[in-house]
Antibody
Framework: EVQLLESGGGLVQPGGSLRLSCAASGFTFSNYAMSWVRQAPGKGLEWVSRITGSGGSTYYADSVKGRFTVSRDNSKNTLYLQMNSLRAEDTAVYYC??????????????WGQGTLVTVSS | QSVLTQPPSVSGAPGQRVTISCTGNSSNIGARYDVHWYQQLPGTAPKLLIFGITNRPSGVPDRFSGSTSGTSASLAISGLQAEDEADYYCQSYDSSLSGWVFGGGTKLTVL
């Protein structure tokens, strides 16, 4: 059974840093690109970042470019999101999701349960 | 403000058919990028509902179907059931943003 388990969320002050982790199991982790998607309280979904299976290519939404860094350790089946210079508007539940390529656009076929990040003083 | 526009809410009685629209532009749906749909039940993570416009993952009933036309996509739900009450999101890719994009979401209420 495919499982994704996020951790590392919490309360952080504006300007602070946090690292999220996503532990994967039930599939060959290195064969899949992975993404982070966030959801602010009461709001919709926002794609944040994507990393290819090898880790060789990364992609970011404009809203986090230059502040967030996605990485992975395929030997540990774990995805990471390093978040720096955090702002109040980064407050959200952060989900990791497995990417599947279909035609021209990836879709996200498996999701973790999410971890809440709150940026507040 | 999402680049893919969905109605904030739709509703229908049990057994009825409802449709949820997802309107984009020439940089996303109009550029023939695929559209996918997700269902998010209250308090849970999103779940893949439709991929590649019309395909359903195993376990998703055929009451759910998708389509596209021009710069828009639609999700149709027939034979509405109480368990369908949830938020629904469309997703595609936007070439001007160089990133994956979601619609703002539509809350379905079963009356």
């Amino acid at each position: 059974e495919v499982q994704l388990l996020e951790s590392g969320g919490g309360l952080v002050q504006p300007g602070g840093s946090l690292r999220l982790s996503c532990a994967a199991s039930g599939f060959t982790f290195s064969n899949y690109a992975m993404s982070w998607v966030r959801q602010a309280p009461g709001k919709g979904l926002e794609w944040v970042s994507r990393i290819t299976g090898s880790g060789g290519s990364t992609y970011y939404a404009d809203s986090v470019k230059g502040r967030f860094t996605v990485s992975r350790d395929n030997s540990k089946n774990t995805l990471y999101l390093q978040m720096n210079s955090l702002r109040a508007e980064d407050t959200a539940v952060y989900y990791c999701a497995r990417d599947r390529l279909w035609g021209s656009v990836d879709y996200f076929d498996c999701w973790g349960q999410g971890t809440l990040v709150t940026v507040s003083s | 403000q999402s680049v893919l526009t969905q109605p904030p809410s739709v509703s229908g009685a049990p057994g009825q058919r409802v449709t949820i629209s997802c309107t984009g532009n020439s940089s996303n749906i109009g550029a023939r990028y695929d559209v996918h749909w997700y269902q998010q039940l209250p308090g849970t993570a999103p779940k893949l509902l439709i991929f590649g416009i019309t395909n359903r993952p195993s376990g998703v009933p055929d009451r759910f179907s998708g389509s596209t036309s021009g710069t828009s996509a639609s999700l149709a739900i027939s034979g509405l059931q109480a368990e369908d009450e949830a938020d629904y999101y469309c997703q595609s890719y936007d070439s001007s943003l160089s990133g994956w994009v979601f619609g703002g979401g539509t809350k379905l209420t079963v009356l």
